[in-house]
């Protein structure tokens, strides 16, 4: 068997990347976002107006940042700020997509970046919130980008640090949350998922190549849905390969 032409990790960033639109906003984290935004910018989006957690408003992605507070994330950008400002600019709805991850998510896109276990006795200390409540409570629509598997996709986040559609329907607005906010799209190694409009429950869209629906049920610890027509989401071109590896991560330092 041939090996692949591309890794898990490239087509994640492609995936990702394909979701962001031109003349839009976009709250980025370190990781995958990042490159998938710099893509974006290049292949589709040269308007995308990346927003950084330490101020960074429309930087152009010419170099890859190491993290939301590198100083890359302000190369040629609309204007540099501050974690408050960017906050309030999340708050009072100027920000349309939030990229987001976590260690757990749940059928209602809750997702848990807190802790593994009890709280006051975790089996596992996780790096906990930054901005990820902030964006998932305020951004219009969020993206989790996850690797696939059932201690992931699991029936109960052990912690909600981040709200997705809570325990169901007009749960977020209970409480207190904006209307017309929430989880959008799951982007994962094994397919692309979105919500149920009426029961904002998880259900899976379209499948990553090479995989099978019956894979993506056997790695997901919950009952997603599975509609009667399921697309199927294409390979990275060559060309979001080329730009990957030779412009935006030469260093493979995400790749």
Same mark, same amino acid.
């Given at each position: 068997?041939?090996?692949?032409?591309?890794?898990?990790?490239?087509?994640?960033?492609?995936?990702?990347? %394909?979701?962001?639109?031109?003349?839009?906003?976009?709250?980025?984290?370190?990781?995958?976002?990042?490159?998938?935004?710099?893509?974006?910018?290049?292949?589709?989006?040269?308007?995308?107006?990346?927003?950084?957690?330490?101020?960074?408003?429309?930087?152009?992605?010419?170099?890859?940042?190491?993290?939301?507070?590198?100083?890359?994330?302000?190369?040629?950008?609309?204007?540099?700020? *501050?974690?408050?400002?960017?906050? +309030?600019?999340?708050?009072?709805?100027?920000?349309?997509? *939030? !990229?987001?991850?976590?260690?757990?998510?749940?059928?209602?896109?809750?997702?848990?970046?807190?802790?593994?276990?009890?709280?006051?006795?975790?089996?596992?200390?996780?790096?906990?919130? *930054?901005?990820?409540?902030?964006?998932?409570?305020?951004?219009?629509?969020?993206?989790?980008?996850? %690797?696939?598997?059932?201690?992931? !996709?699991?029936?109960?986040?052990?912690?909600?640090?981040?709200?997705?559609?809570?325990?169901?329907?007009?749960?977020? +607005?209970?409480?207190?949350?904006?209307?017309?906010?929430?989880?959008? %799209?799951?982007?994962?190694?094994?397919?692309?998922?979105?919500?149920?409009?009426?029961?904002?429950?998880?259900?899976?869209?379209?499948?990553?190549?090479?995989?099978?629906?019956?894979?993506?049920? +056997?790695?997901?610890? !919950?009952?997603?849905?599975?509609?009667?027509?399921?697309?199927?989401?294409?390979?990275?071109?060559?060309?979001?390969?080329?730009?990957?590896?030779?412009?935006?991560?030469?260093?493979?330092?995400?790749?």
């Amino acid at each position: 068997m041939s090996e692949p032409r591309y890794n898990p990790s490239e087509l994640l960033i492609c995936l990702a990347s %394909r979701l962001m639109e031109d003349d839009s906003t976009a709250f980025i984290g370190t990781g995958i976002p990042m490159l998938a935004a710099s893509l974006a910018q290049r292949m589709h989006a040269p308007n995308l107006v990346p927003i950084f957690e330490f101020g960074g408003t429309g930087a152009i992605l010419e170099k890859l940042p190491l993290a939301v507070g590198d100083m890359r994330t302000y190369n040629k950008a609309l204007h540099a700020s *501050g974690i408050c400002d960017i906050m +309030e600019a999340s708050q009072r709805g100027f920000v349309e997509w *939030g !990229f987001l991850g976590g260690a757990q998510i749940d059928c209602y896109g809750n997702l848990n970046s807190t802790v593994i276990g009890p709280q006051a006795h975790p089996k596992v200390r996780l790096p906990g919130s *930054g901005g990820a409540n902030d964006v998932g409570s305020a951004c219009w629509r969020t993206i989790a980008i996850m %690797r696939h598997g059932k201690r992931r !996709f699991v029936p109960r986040c052990d912690f909600i640090t981040t709200p997705g559609f809570l325990t169901g329907p007009g749960a977020r +607005e209970d409480a207190g949350l904006p209307r017309g906010t929430g989880p959008y %799209r799951v982007i994962s190694n094994l397919a692309l998922m979105g919500f149920d409009d009426e029961t904002k429950r998880m259900m899976l869209l379209a499948l990553n190549p090479g995989v099978t629906v019956e894979q993506v049920l +056997e790695e997901t610890g !919950f009952d997603l849905i599975v509609p009667a027509e399921i697309g199927r989401n294409e390979a990275p071109t060559d060309e979001e390969l080329r730009l990957l590896r030779d412009e935006i991560d030469p260093d493979k330092l995400y790749i």
